[in-house]
């Protein structure tokens, strides 16, 4: 049987629910209130505490070595003596490897490489983006410690031309980083589909083989847009479709095809670590902030043969090519000529001439053992040459 509800009970469920409604509302102003207040909170950096300053640096400035190797390094046993006749806690060694390859008693002869392999890296494709990803990851590895303010990139196949003590003053002395850049006007390695980001004439080339300061080590590992840009339009396009076809077109890194409309066009091989940080630089307005020289020697097109002058690859030093007048030679070059630009690099600090290179590649086993005998680097370890012989 329904339950019947009187007259009186029915009339004051309406003015109940309506007295609940206005209670809700009043409630819900400054609730709402204190949610966007919070949101604001969150939303905007300058109400919130300031950043804490980065811990003070303890002990002196440290050189970064950042080596880019295939699997280990090859010539350990040389930078062993370097390190080993250098100064404790003023350098730190850094390794880009194959992914997975580790470095320990097995694979290395020098305790100054045990383990300083990256925890991450990539497979290095020579010509592609992947060597830019490599270099990010060793700059980004190095600016962990705060003490690292100078960053030297190198090769497995790089030896230092000077001592510990030497090298060190050197890059400490200067205020700017090392990068070789210019402009290459008989280059066409620049794709108009790169622009607005890389406007045409901020585009760069020179060698890979920076020394960057801790500043400038920050915008590389910071950069973004610039490096996407790179990884579409920066390609070794010719030297791929040509592979094993064409020999002459691929060393010269340019081949002639026709477009869809029929026309000729010439399309162009654009190695990225030959443009990446010198653009980036050049973007970001820090050219004036350089050294616009690379500090590591690199002999190209020695060879007599004609073909062997179109390749793009540097001579390798061996034993009866790295004697001490080949290495004295280096040691005394005191300037570079850029002629696209009608530029003299002079090497000077604080107007005096200093030697331009402090590093060279490519060295050979016997070649950097020749280097090592010259005592120039320091005295060798006997039992470091036992294990590699």
Not at 47 to 68: H, N, T
Not at 159 to 168: D, K
Not at 352 to 370: D, E, G, I, N, Q
């Amino acid at each position: 049987m329904p339950v019947k509800r009187s007259a009186s009970v029915a009339a004051l469920a309406p003015a109940g629910r309506r007295a609940r409604a206005r209670l809700c509302l009043r409630l819900a102003a400054p609730f709402s209130f204190l949610l966007l207040f919070a949101a604001l909170l969150r939303t905007q950096p300058f109400l919130s505490a300031p950043p804490a300053a980065p811990p003070p640096v303890a002990g002196p400035p440290k050189v970064a070595f950042l080596f880019i190797a295939r699997a280990g390094v090859p010539l350990d046993f040389l930078w062993d003596a370097f390190f080993r006749n250098g100064e404790e806690g003023r350098f730190s060694v850094y390794v880009h490897s194959a992914p997975g390859f580790q470095l320990d008693r097995t694979t290395t002869g020098s305790p100054y490489f045990y383990g300083r392999q990256l925890a991450r890296s990539v497979k290095v494709v020579w010509g592609e983006a992947t060597m830019v990803e490599a270099e990010r990851m060793l700059f980004a590895a190095a600016l962990q410690d705060p003490a690292n303010q100078r960053f030297v990139l190198l090769s497995d196949s790089c030896v230092p031309l000077y001592n510990f003590s030497y090298i060190y003053t050197y890059l400490m002395a200067s205020p700017k980083s090392f990068v070789d850049s210019f402009v290459d006007k008989t280059e066409k390695r620049y794709n108009q589909n790169m622009s607005p980001a890389i406007p045409k004439e901020k585009w760069r080339k020179g060698s890979q083989w920076v020394v960057l300061i801790r500043k400038h080590a920050e915008v590389v590992v910071g950069d973004k847009n610039v490096l996407q840009v790179f990884r579409r339009h920066c390609k070794m396009v010719v030297t791929k479709r040509l592979l094993g076809r064409r020999p002459n077109a691929r060393r010269l890194g340019f081949n002639f095809r026709r477009n869809k409309k029929g026309a000729v066009i010439q399309e162009h091989d654009c190695i990225p670590d030959e443009h990446y940080v010198q653009t980036l630089f050049s973007i970001k307005g820090l050219e004036d902030e350089l050294e616009r020289r690379t500090l590591t020697y690199t002999s190209w097109n020695q060879s007599s043969n004609p073909r062997d002058k179109m390749t793009w690859h540097p001579m390798k030093f061996e034993y009866d090519t790295s004697g001490p007048e080949q290495i004295s030679a280096i040691k005394g070059i005191d300037h570079v000529n850029y002629e696209m630009e009608h530029r003299t690099e002079w090497c000077q600090r604080n107007g005096t001439s200093v030697p331009c290179f402090l590093f060279a590649r490519k060295f050979s086993y016997s070649a950097a053992m020749h280097l090592l005998e010259q005592g120039t680097i320091g005295p060798p370890k006997s039992a470091q040459l036992l294990v590699n012989f």
